[in-house]
């Protein structure tokens, strides 16, 4: 079950930082004259779009031999080897340049932060909130702050201007899940129907537009390709397919069967920068291995991919999209496809 509990994690990493009052010094230093070097294992990955930060999630050792360890969030400067302990198991979204929004992974009262490089820039005071998604259209960050109480999901999302700071309330159906397009700037929430399922778009100011029958929502970096939400596997695996965004036109196929005969397949991620590329994790059931590969939707086929398990050290795209980013011998690597 690697390939299950490994793609849980980065799932719900998919969809998800705050600022302790005790942290350490910014500045501190690793290793001397190796940037690159990180001292404890690795769990969770994001890379900053200019490649020169990563957020980390880390299994830190306490001083105090014979206590547990803790899971800890730090952003570390790949030219300095600078770093900065940002707090205890914290999730991060990448946004522009090298600037990070940290948020807590649970639902929260405390202000979601806007991190550039090592410094905080500012805090947002939303209240109560859940989640976090960015929109790369618009540069806003979008947050769950409101959830029925009968239903499972959201039903108010709050935009985030990170620039002006400025807040809009969004009313939408009860719902679990966002996706966006980046060349229009329009986002997407679920809507269930009673058999099947659709979507509410949005402008990207948060007007609602109109309710979809299909809920194709989950685009690619240009918006040529796109998923059905249920590829991003909130409740567990399940079938899905790629699209393409203007036609509907099915191109490839993954169904979930567990039959013991039937090659298994768990999206991760659309590359950044690059329509045709994404990151999944499969399970084989020739040669009974998991893996995690990069398929190209153009040429219809799995183009690299690498021995995967539940205690791998992660693997994500760079910021740029030009290669994949992982852990080696305690060391960020980067590399090219």
């Known amino acids: 079950m690697g390939l299950r509990s490994r793609s849980r994690t980065a799932a719900a990493l998919l969809i998800l930082f705050l600022i302790p009052s005790c942290q350490r010094a910014n500045g501190e230093v690793w290793k001397d004259s190796d940037p690159s070097y990180v001292p404890f294992p690795v769990q969770n990955l994001m890379v900053a779009s200019d490649n020169r930060f990563v957020g980390l999630t880390?299994?830190?050792?306490?001083?105090?031999?014979?206590?547990?360890?803790?899971?800890?969030?730090?952003?570390?400067?790949?030219?300095t080897g600078n770093h900065r302990r940002v707090g205890a198991d914290l999730m991060l979204i990448s946004t522009v340049d090298h600037q990070f929004i940290s948020f807590e992974t649970d639902t929260s009262s405390n202000a979601p932060t806007l991190i550039n490089g090592l410094?905080?820039?500012?805090?947002?005071?939303?209240?109560?909130?859940?989640?976090?998604?960015?929109?790369?259209?618009?540069?806003?960050?979008?947050?769950?702050?409101?959830?029925?109480?009968?239903?499972?999901?959201?039903?108010?999302l709050t935009l985030v201007n990170l620039?002006?700071?400025?807040?809009t309330k969004v009313q939408t159906a009860t719902a679990e899940l966002i996706g966006a397009c980046r060349t229009t700037g329009h986002f997407y929430t679920e809507h269930h129907f009673e058999n099947s399922e659709g979507a509410d778009e949005?402008?990207?100011?948060?007007?609602?537009l109109s309710t979809l029958r299909s809920d194709l929502?989950?685009?690619?970096?240009?918006?040529?390709?796109?998923?059905?939400f249920i590829a991003l596997s909130l409740h567990g695996p399940d079938d899905w397919a790629i699209y393409d965004a203007q036609t509907h036109a099915k191109l490839a196929d993954f169904p979930w069967n567990e039959d013991g005969k039937s090659d298994l397949?768990?999206?991760?991620?659309?590359?950044p920068q690059d329509d045709s590329l994404l990151l999944m994790h499969s399970s084989l059931a020739a040669t009974k291995m998991d893996t995690l590969d990069v398929y190209d939707v153009g040429r219809q086929k799995v183009v690299k991919s690498w021995p995967d398990s539940a205690d791998a050290s992660p693997t994500v795209w760079s910021g740029d999209g030009k290669g994949t980013v992982t852990v080696r011998d305690h060391h960020i690597v980067f590399e090219p496809l």
Do not use: M
């Open 163 to 167: 620039e002006s700071g400025a807040l």
């Open 265 to 271: 397949h768990w999206f991760q991620a659309w590359n």
């Open 58 to 79: 880390l299994e830190e050792k306490p001083e105090q031999p014979g206590t547990a360890t803790v899971r800890a969030t730090y952003i570390l400067d790949l030219k």
């Open 217 to 228: 929502a989950v685009y690619s970096a240009g918006c040529k390709y796109v998923l059905p």
């Open 202 to 208: 949005y402008d990207p100011a948060g007007k609602f």
């Open 119 to 156: 410094e905080t820039v500012r805090t947002f005071d939303i209240g109560k909130h859940n989640g976090g998604f960015w929109n790369p259209a618009t540069k806003i960050a979008i947050f769950e702050t409101g959830w029925p109480s009968n239903a499972e999901g959201f039903n108010t």
